[in-house]
Every structure is written in C-alpha cells, then in structure tokens.
C-alpha cells in the first residue's frame, strides 16, 4: 500500500489521527512543564485541496469535508473545537482550501517554548516542510530514515514528549519495522506518549502487528479503529487504526464521546463503525 499524504490529506484517517492529536496536546500543554514534540513521518506540512493530487482521489470531501463547519452536538463540539479551530486558522477566511499535516496542526496547538521536531526522509517533501514550518518558533526540521531518527532523538532532554509515528506503508515489511520500532524507542523513552498511525488492509496482517505490540508487556496503550464502510467495498481505504501508547487518563473517556459523532459523519455505507479497546494492565 502506497501512503503517499498529498493524496490523501484531509480523509477519514486524518480527521481521527489529528482530532486525537490535539486532544493529547491540549491535555499536555495544561501543564507547565517543558514539551517535546517528535512527528518522524512528517511530510510536506501544509496541503493543497485544490491540488491535482488531492483532486485525483476527492478523499478529504468524505473527511475534513464532512466535519468542517457542521454544527456539533456540544459536548463532541467542545472537544473536536482545538482541532477543528487550528484547521479553521490554517485557512483564513471563507472555503476550506487547505489542510494541516500533524507537523503543522501541532506546532498550532503547542506553546511557543516548547519544542517541535519534524523529520522528512524524502528530499522533494522535506525542502516543502522546511517551507511550511519557516518561522516557527523552538522549530527543527531533520531529513532522516525514520528509524534512525526515533533512535537519535530519544529521550528527549525535556523527558516529555509526544513521538508521532505514522509511516506511509510502501515497504511490504512496514509492520515488522513499526512494532521493532517501537520497541526500540520504549527502551530509550519508556514514559513518553505515542501516536501510531497504521492502514487497516488485511485483517491477519494487522492482528499480527497488534499482537507484536502486545507482547512488549506495555501497561497503558488504547487501541481505536474507525470504518466508513465495509472493507472490500471501496478499492481505497476504508479503515483505519490508531495506537496510543502511554495515553492521557482522560482521552479514552474523551474519544467514547468523539468517536460517535465522527463515525455518524464520515460514514458512508454498511460497516462503517468505531471500536475503542483500553489494554492497560
């Protein structure tokens, strides 16, 4: 599977991914202690919705599209608002045209001392995010194998952080390399929280990653999944997973009352649905 995010800016995966995003990052930065945040898979930062890419799969009409602008029952309205308020930011004044990536939505949510720390492998992407980010403050653009950065930027001198990991899926082997990973940066920085992004395709091959994950013994990990419909049905992605490692107490309550209202909007046909697992000990 082929990931590549100017296709796909602003779908049903990223609306879950970036809502969860911020709602780590509001509860992190109501503390006063320094923040790191580490996004090892950033891209190019900012996206065109109006671009070719983007017109040529129309995905973020069943995402961003949906959601953006549509009136919200309160509860789910007051925690979706940080997100879907940088996105509105990001923007400016009349249609949505554009879309964060997870670098840009969380330098947008975080406070201006803490530290941002975006790694782009691929050389075209990276020169685009260095543009995205230019200006932004404790800001730090790094062109690295993913792996290799996780490994070199762990611990973080703040011994806080958020480490996002979301890999575009090309290699075959892109499981394998998530959860060994993973493991290899909970022995550098066991107490920091993790945002894994990963494509629901084929049902044995995930089952094999989330039983990896759970075999390193982690004490406190969510587990969330979002369809919009019944895998099978649509030739592109129609499911997607997020593991949160090390969550915030409040986010699982959080995401019970979320995940509702966005399975109701992006949803598009028969097995759309959501499930929510808490796997601490």
Partial sequence: MNYRHAYHAGNFADVLK????????????AKPQPLRVIDVHAGIGSYDLDSVEAGKTGEWQGGIGRVF???LPPEAGALLAPYLDAVA?????GQLRRYPGSPVLARA?????DTLVANELHAEDFARLKDALHGAPNTKALNLDAWVALKSLLPP???RGLVLIDPPFEAPDEFVRLSAGLEEALRRFASGTYLIWYPIKDAREVSRFLLDVRGLGLK?????TLAVCARGTNPGLTETGLLVVNPPYVLAGQMGRVLPILS??????PGAGYTLNDWSA
């Avoid at 930011?89 to 004044?93: L, R």
């Fill in 18 to 29: 970036h809502a969860v995003l911020a709602l780590i990052l509001q509860y992190m930065t």
């Fill in 69 to 71: 602008g549509c009136e």
């Fill in 89 to 93: 930011a990001f923007n400016g004044p």
């Fill in 109 to 113: 949510l975080m406070r201006k001392s």
């Fill in 157 to 159: 001198p703040e011994r």
């Fill in 220 to 224: 406190k990990v969510l587990n969330v």
């Fill in 264 to 269: 109701t909007l992006m949803g598009s046909g």
